[in-house]
């Protein structure tokens, strides 16, 4: 999933963040 987060942008990196905690 780290990997592709750093595509993401920053929004969506902290939405992601959220579902995979």
Aim: net charge negative; proline share 5%.
């Amino acid at each position: 999933m780290s990997t592709m987060n750093i595509s993401l942008p920053d929004t969506l990196k902290s939405f992601v963040d959220e579902q995979v905690n």
